[in-house]
């Protein structure tokens, strides 16, 4: 609970809308997309920059922890409260003043409060889009904070490398607002502040607003499930794919049989495309897309698509099982559902890793011959961003399991599996999620003192107020 002078103060700085504190009005601020369930002293909701710049420095003045949230999809505890009942959330979904589109720039100024599907909604009549697509509807800040990937990575790359520029307050007594929010592609002008800014999870200032370069939106699309002999040809399926498409390729996900089923199984919206109804063990999703419109004359993308994999079929190599071209809707239909799938089929403890390309089967391969002698109750059901080295690796337990109900057991198992990706595999424990209380022990654990003591360093210079779930310092 917040003392009610704080309540007060900060109500005249919001006004009414801008605070919540009853209990019911709090819940869904306190409960995370997957592991996290905190106690919020309140909700914050400011509604502009200079909102938000006046209550952070409030709170900074009066010692009062703040975690910034956005959608609230963020998978590493991060967004949401502890359970101490001491920390704010500071909510950014009033934050939606301004969309400011600019056609011959292709970009798009817009307040960090924008869910990601409307900004899309509102964009597609001009024939653009912001092009980070993931299976969640996070809104703007959380993305740039976390720098989502998403499974177009291949050819769009992240948030990163889709922001121009953004607006951010600093925790520190005055609220500083800097103005970072460039419109320009090409700036090189000194410090390229904004970037300390994306994939930062908030601990280094707050982001309110953000300059996003847009893509034209595909008009074509075609996908296929693409069947490898085995998981030494999915490499060369990758590099067969991406010679003979170039940019066309613009999604190449992996899915596991195990994940695949546990969609089919738990969503039951899903239709099951297998012949016979029977799940190979490893599936690509991949995608060809390009931005205009079917001309006379000229081959479909559909067609495109088919004389690639006939070619890849007969060559030498012949890395191919099985492949069809099916709706695209459909097939990402399916994998979009994984997540729900793999979550509702047992207790979930996942990992978000990356590794070199070349690498994803192997860690894969060597999960599988190692975990079952070490955790027998245990269920693989990876799937993930192959074409960008990307893996969700998910493990799955049944919910009554005796020796997982062990409080020691999902930490040992932690341990683990990012020993193996990080030590064995030079991997990432986070790929595309950033950090939060979740895998906090791991940056501590994997990062070099060196580096540790430089950001804390900055962020004692740049926000030294309490400030997010990540700890820097
Ligand atoms: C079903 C499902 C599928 C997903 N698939 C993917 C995927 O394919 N790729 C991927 O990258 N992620 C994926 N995610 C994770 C998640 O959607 C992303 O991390 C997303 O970008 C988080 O955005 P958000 O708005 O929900 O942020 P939140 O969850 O609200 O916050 C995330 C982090 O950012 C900080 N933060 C939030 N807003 C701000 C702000 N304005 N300023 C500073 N810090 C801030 C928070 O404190 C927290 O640390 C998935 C999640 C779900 C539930």
Same mark, same amino acid.
Not at 288 to 307: C, K, M
């Given at each position: 609970?917040?003392?009610?002078?704080?309540?007060?103060?900060?109500?005249?700085?919001?006004?009414?809308?801008?605070?919540?504190?009853?209990?019911?009005?709090?819940?869904?601020?306190?409960?995370g997309?997957?592991y996290d369930r905190g106690?919020?002293?309140?909700?914050?909701?400011?509604?502009?920059?200079?909102?938000?710049?006046?209550?952070?420095?409030?709170?900074?003045?009066?010692?009062?922890?703040?975690i910034?949230?956005?959608?609230?999809?963020g998978l590493v505890s991060g967004s949401t409260p502890d359970m101490s009942?001491?920390e704010?959330?500071?909510?950014?979904?009033?934050?939606?003043?301004?969309?400011?589109?600019?056609?011959?720039?292709?970009?798009?100024?817009? $307040?960090?409060? #924008?869910?990601?599907?409307?900004?899309?909604?509102?964009?597609?009549?001009?024939?653009?889009?912001?092009?980070?697509?993931?299976?969640?509807?996070?809104? !703007?800040?959380?993305?740039?904070?976390?720098?989502? $990937?998403?499974?177009?990575?291949?050819?769009?790359?992240?948030?990163?490398?889709?922001?121009?520029?953004?607006?951010?307050?600093?925790?520190?007594?005055?609220?500083?607002?800097?103005?970072?929010?460039?419109?320009?592609?090409?700036?090189?002008?000194?410090?390229? #502040?904004?970037?300390?800014?994306?994939?930062?999870s908030?601990?280094?200032?707050?982001?309110?607003?953000?300059?996003?370069?847009?893509?034209?939106?595909?008009?074509?699309?075609?996908?296929?499930?693409?069947?490898?002999?085995?998981?030494?040809?999915?490499?060369?399926?990758?590099?067969?794919?991406?010679?003979?498409?170039?940019?066309?390729?613009?999604?190449?996900?992996?899915?596991?049989?195990?994940?695949?089923?546990?969609?089919?199984?738990?969503?039951?919206?899903?239709?099951?495309?297998?012949?016979?109804?029977?799940?190979?063990?490893?599936?690509?999703?991949?995608?060809?897309?390009?931005?205009?419109?079917?001309?006379?004359?000229?081959?479909?993308?559909?067609?495109?698509?088919?004389?690639?994999?006939?070619?890849?079929?007969?060559?030498?190599?012949?890395? !191919?099982?099985?492949?069809?071209?099916?709706?695209?809707?459909?097939?990402?239909?399916?994998?979009?559902?994984?997540?729900?799938?793999?979550?509702?089929?047992?207790?979930?403890?996942?990992?978000?890793?990356?590794?070199?390309?070349?690498?994803?089967?192997?860690?894969?391969?060597?999960?599988?011959?190692?975990?079952?002698?070490?955790?027998?109750?245990?269920?693989?059901?990876?799937?993930?961003?192959?074409?960008?080295?990307?893996?969700?690796?998910?493990?799955?337990?049944?919910?009554?399991?005796?020796?997982?109900?062990?409080?020691?057991?999902?930490?040992? !198992?932690?341990?683990?599996?990012?020993?193996?990706?990080?030590?064995?595999?030079?991997?990432?424990?986070?790929?595309?999620?950033a950090i939060g209380r979740k895998n906090q022990p791991y940056y501590?654990?994997?990062?070099?003192?060196?580096?540790?003591?430089?950001?804390?360093?900055?962020?004692?210079?740049?926000?030294?107020?309490?400030?997010g779930a990540a700890r820097?310092?």
């Amino acid at each position: 609970m917040l003392e009610s002078r704080h309540v007060e103060a900060l109500r005249l700085l919001l006004g009414e809308k801008g605070i919540l504190t009853a209990a019911p009005d709090l819940a869904s601020y306190e409960t995370g997309a997957r592991y996290d369930r905190g106690q919020a002293a309140a909700v914050l909701r400011p509604g502009s920059t200079e909102e938000v710049s006046a209550v952070v420095a409030y709170c900074v003045r009066h010692g009062i922890p703040l975690i910034p949230q956005s959608g609230n999809t963020g998978l590493v505890s991060g967004s949401t409260p502890d359970m101490s009942g001491r920390e704010v959330v500071l909510s950014l979904d009033r934050m939606t003043d301004g969309f400011a589109l600019d056609i011959d720039n292709r970009s798009l100024r817009a $307040g960090a409060g #924008w869910r990601l599907s409307d900004v899309n909604r509102r964009l597609e009549e001009h024939g653009l889009f912001f092009p980070i697509d993931l299976g969640a509807d996070p809104r !703007l800040g959380g993305m740039l904070a976390t720098n989502t $990937g998403g499974s177009r990575f291949l050819k769009y790359g992240d948030v990163r490398r889709n922001t121009l520029g953004l607006t951010v307050v600093l925790a520190d007594e005055a609220g500083t607002i800097l103005h970072l929010a460039s419109d320009l592609r090409k700036n090189n002008t000194g410090v390229d #502040w904004k970037q300390i800014f994306i994939g930062t999870s908030g601990a280094f200032g707050i982001i309110t607003e953000c300059v996003l370069n847009l893509e034209p939106l595909p008009r074509q699309v075609a996908t296929a499930y693409l069947v490898p002999r085995g998981d030494a040809e999915v490499m060369p399926l990758l590099r067969a794919m991406e010679e003979r498409l170039g940019s066309y390729l613009s999604a190449f996900e992996g899915m596991s049989a195990n994940a695949i089923s546990a969609a089919l199984n738990h969503v039951p919206s899903l239709r099951n495309p297998f012949e016979r109804g029977e799940v190979p063990a490893y599936v690509i999703l991949a995608e060809v897309s390009r931005s205009w419109a079917p001309r006379e004359g000229e081959q479909s993308l559909d067609q495109v698509l088919e004389a690639v994999l006939a070619e890849i079929w007969e060559s030498e190599a012949a890395p !191919l099982a099985d492949a069809f071209v099916g709706p695209a809707h459909e097939m990402w239909a399916l994998r979009h559902a994984l997540s729900e799938g793999v979550k509702h089929s047992g207790r979930l403890i996942a990992f978000d890793l990356s590794f070199r390309r070349g690498d994803i089967m192997g860690f894969c391969a060597r999960m599988r011959a190692e975990l079952p002698a070490l955790f027998p109750t245990v269920r693989i059901c990876d799937f993930g961003h192959v074409g960008d080295g990307g893996v969700h690796f998910n493990l799955v337990v049944p919910k009554d399991d005796i020796v997982a109900g062990d409080a020691d057991f999902e930490r040992r !198992l932690r341990d683990f599996v990012f020993k193996v990706a990080v030590e064995d595999f030079n991997g990432s424990f986070s790929a595309e999620h950033a950090i939060g209380r979740k895998n906090q022990p791991y940056y501590d654990l994997y990062t070099a003192r060196n580096i540790r003591d430089l950001a804390a360093g900055l962020k004692a210079l740049l926000s030294p107020g309490a400030l997010g779930a990540a700890r820097f310092g």
